[in-house]
């Protein structure tokens, strides 16, 4: 804007504008407020001074302020008037640079576009504007008034917040379409050189690459600089923001535009053929020269449309592969990789592949020869690289479908046979009033934010872990965990059965890497597969195996948070295998009773219905119709800026940490205590973003609520092992200590005949005298000592005193005349009065 712009037609009608101050007359037509401006330049002290340049920076342009104002819309309480402080004018123009409208700014505030207070139908600009140089498109004041103090022309779309604080987010849907608008105005006005510098986590997100797919416009990457990314802020240099913009052009590889109809360029063989890619199928186009001297053609159909994306490569530069991407009969894209030695020879291995995904190769043998000759050799002109996990590569985040994130020049591509898992249906809205409705029951809350806290565990270096809910059947259990998988897709593909081995789910939580594994009904598990799985889903390693060579295989590695969810807990499921409890496993899979203390289950009030079953049929109901949402936001903000949220879930989770420590005493609950900070972190950062609907700290609170509920279940976590021991001894005994123990107490009939109880399952005697439980060593291990080691827990027992024992040993002889028998074997004497006073 290197002077004032011409003026179309004015507007007559009243105007909404009313002057603050009564020096000049309201203006009613957008030509007067040009008119009455005061034009301010750069080395004016009102100029330096205005609030949007302190703010903003200085664009070294003229620039049109006016008095205050305020604006009212029609028929509305002048109550309700917009002040204006002292705002901004910018010209809005049409693509012959006519202007249409004007728009007024002030910091903080939507912008006025006067006339029609809306949408405006023009651009604003600053430079001078050829139509085959450059001009950088820009959609905020920050970024506008940065280019322009480079000397490249620069146009601002104006959408409603451009003067309010720059974000770095992304543009939505309709903020796209405003820029689309503006686009299409310059390039039907003949402006060939339009370029809209993007940042690197927008660059490949669907609505920027149709953008630049459909219009005249250039996606200039931010990250196309040597040295720090610039953000075309207030704070970056002059000098450094114009090197960019150079550089970026300049780098930018030329668009070949194709003919209608042709999705890549024609694929040259001999004899003067071609092969067209068309989007009815793949041509081969053959000229020949008849006796005439005259050129004929030739079209042959040989197969649907495909497409070669490229070729790609694993990251030791093995095992390359052609990347083509063709639909199905169902419209349904794929993106295959075909390895190169499947194309050697007959190449029967790359059609089955092809054939398998819903595109049937051709039949006949000289069409099937062109078609892999057009597979095998066509040009090159990308390449990417292979991964065979989703997860984090740096700065980028990769799924089966989608890398979101900043891969530094190189596409990532997930190669593996595995169903992908994730998937959307409903709408981002529809999930919310899910994510709304459970809110008030922290249980609830907790299994939503470890669904969200995969992607946390390797940044923030904690370890992998779970979570159990256990208690009795239908309390909402696994109603709230399955719910939790709708963040990621459908729950009934998300989540997963305990009915699986240790090998299946190691192939589970490798498609799962960085992100969350839910496990239902523990007790379908077989005790033994049980543990190993705890163990490998927390260390974050499967098995090592060999090859055919011998050689060791390449182990699973993966990082994820889990949750499960069974009737029973832990240790009573391993008894039943006859396994042993091993404290680790304790650490490693927090378990968290369902009964949330209200009668209603893991749900806290009703609040929807009147029944806890109406609130459990309300999120089923909400969690099946909409998903998948959450994840793709959740991803997506992630990668915005890695490095600042990181650094911002690092202070959340020290906050939460110094919060809850003083109640920790040892290593094993501070382990545990990091896990639940991890997830309140995830929590409050899905919150922060924007996606879960809940107030702020809620997560923080109700993790706050689940992790004192586990700690005050776990004790001070002393000696684990130990306690656990005693707890099992002692449900032991109160459990069977009237039905499985003889009583010593003589009973006789009438005729002196000695009564004997039959006792099934007998496993000692009781002395009533004694107040002592006699078991002999056998049964104790045989009976007792179910997943217990027999040695360990004699020390135990002996040590807290709960077994009265001779000196050196573990048992003791029985007193004269103590047995039905007779006899005096020594046994294992539990002291009734120990046990029953100790506070285990």
């Known amino acids: 804007m290197n002077s004032k712009p011409q003026l179309g037609n004015t507007q007559t009608k009243e105007s909404p504008l009313k002057k603050v101050s009564n020096q000049k007359p309201v203006p009613t037509s957008h030509s007067d407020i040009i008119a009455q401006s005061e034009v301010l330049k750069p080395h004016d002290n009102a100029y330096l001074e205005h609030d949007l340049v302190v703010r903003f920076g200085s664009p070294k342009q003229p620039i049109y302020v006016m008095d205050d104002i305020s604006i009212s819309k029609e028929g509305d309480d002048p109550s309700k008037d917009k002040k204006y402080t002292t705002p901004l004018l910018l010209p809005i123009v049409d693509g012959s640079l006519q202007q249409i409208q004007t728009s007024i700014l002030s910091f903080n505030q939507t912008v006025c576009i006067y006339p029609d207070n809306g949408i405006a139908k023009g651009f604003a600009y600053f430079g001078e504007m050829v139509k085959d140089q450059p001009v950088i498109i820009t959609h905020h004041l920050e970024p506008f008034f940065k280019v322009a103090s480079t ?36 390039s039907k006005a003949g402006y060939t050189a339009l370029y809209m510098p993007t940042r690197p986590e927008h660059i490949k997100a669907d609505g920027y690459v149709q953008l630049e797919q459909n219009t005249a416009v250039r996606l200039l990457n931010q990250y196309t600089q040597v040295g720090n990314m610039p953000d075309l802020a207030c704070t970056d240099d002059t000098g450094e923001a114009k090197a960019f913009l150079d550089e970026a052009i300049h780098l930018l590889k030329p668009i070949d535009v194709l003919p209608k ?13 071609c092969v067209h890619i068309l989007d009815s199928g793949l041509y081969l186009i053959k000229e020949t020269t008849d006796a005439d001297g ?3 053609q030739t079209k042959t159909f040989i197969s649907s449309p495909v497409t070669i994306l490229g070729e790609a490569r694993n990251k030791c530069n093995d095992h390359w592969k052609r990347v083509v991407q063709f639909r199905d009969k169902d419209n349904y894209m794929h993106t295959l990789l075909i390895p190169y030695e499947h194309i050697m020879g007959e190449a029967q291995d790359a059609l089955r592949i092809i054939a398998n995904h819903g595109l049937m190769p051709p039949r006949q043998v000289s069409k099937k020869n062109v078609f892999m000759n057009y597979i095998q050799d066509y040009p090159i002109e990308k390449r990417f690289r292979c991964v065979v996990k989703t997860g984090w590569y740096d700065d980028a985040y990769v799924t089966a479908h989608k890398t979101y994130g900043n891969t530094e020049g190189e596409d990532l591509l997930f190669s593996n046979d595995r169903n992908d898992p994730y998937s959307t249906q409903g709408t981002f809205a529809g999930w919310q009033q899910l994510s709304q409705l459970i809110e008030p029951h922290a249980l609830a809350v907790l299994s939503f934010s470890c669904a969200f806290a995969g992607q946390l565990v390797a940044p923030l270096h904690i370890e992998s872990g779970g979570f159990h809910i256990y208690g009795s059947s239908t309390d909402g259990k696994s109603t709230i965990t399955k719910a939790s998988c709708s963040i990621w897709g459908s729950p009934k593909t998300v989540s997963k059965s305990w009915r699986t081995t240790d090998n299946a789910l190691e192939a589970e939580a490798e498609i799962r890497n960085d992100n969350f594994l839910n496990l239902d009904e523990l007790r379908q598990a077989v005790p033994k597969a049980v543990s190993d799985i705890i163990y490998m889903l927390s260390g974050g390693d499967g098995k090592a195996r060999a090859n055919r060579s011998g050689k ?32 680790g496993l304790l650490i490693r899979f927090a378990q968290l009773p369902s009964d949330a203390g209200h009668d209603y289950g893991v749900f806290e009030t009703i609040n929807y219905g009147t029944r806890p079953q109406d609130v459990a049929n309300r999120i089923n109901e909400l969690a099946s119709r909409h998903y998948g949402h959450a994840g793709v936001k959740w991803l997506t903000y992630l990668t915005q800026d890695k490095d600042s949220i990181m650094e911002r879930a690092k202070g959340l989770l020290e906050g939460f940490i110094k919060q809850y420590s003083p109640k920790t005493t040892n290593g094993q609950t501070s382990r545990v205590l990091r896990r639940f900070a991890l997830v309140a972190v995830a929590g409050e950062l899905a919150t922060q973003a924007d996606i879960t609907g809940w107030q702020r700290g809620r997560a923080f609170d109700a993790v706050g609520q689940c992790f004192n509920t586990w700690l005050n279940s776990f004790g001070d976590g002393s000696n684990l092992e130990e306690t656990k021991i005693l707890e099992h001894f002692k449900a032991f005994i109160e459990s069977h200590g009237s039905s499985r123990f003889e009583s010593l107490i003589v009973i006789r009939h009438a005729d002196g005949e000695v009564v004997r109880p039959r006792i099934h399952n007998q496993v000692g005697y009781y002395d009533p005298d004694e107040k002592t439980y006699l078991v002999s060593s056998t049964l104790f291990k045989k009976e007792m000592c179910l997943g217990i080691n027999e040695a360990n827990a004699k020390k135990v027992l002996k040590k807290n005193g709960w077994i009265d024992c001779d000196n050196g040993r573990y048992d003791k002889r029985v007193g004269r005349s103590k047995l039905p028998s007779g006899e005096r074997p020594a046994m294992l004497h539990f002291n009734e009065r120990v046990i029953q006073n100790s506070e285990i």
């Open 552 to 583: 060791n295989k390449e182990v699973k590695t993966f990082n994820l948070t889990y949750c499960s969810t069974g009737e029973v807990m832990l240790e009573e499921h391993l008894r039943r295998g006859g396994l042993e409890l091993d404290a």
């Open 151 to 186: 000397g490249y022309a620069v146009v601002l779309v104006l959408l409603p917040n451009v003067s309010k604080p720059f974000t770095y987010d992304a543009l939505s849907g309709y903020d796209l379409k405003q820029v689309e608008f503006v686009v299409n105005q310059l």
């Open 294 to 296: 005259e050129t004929k």
């Open 261 to 273: 109809g042709h999705l890549a360029k024609p694929f040259k063989m001999d004899n003067n053929a």
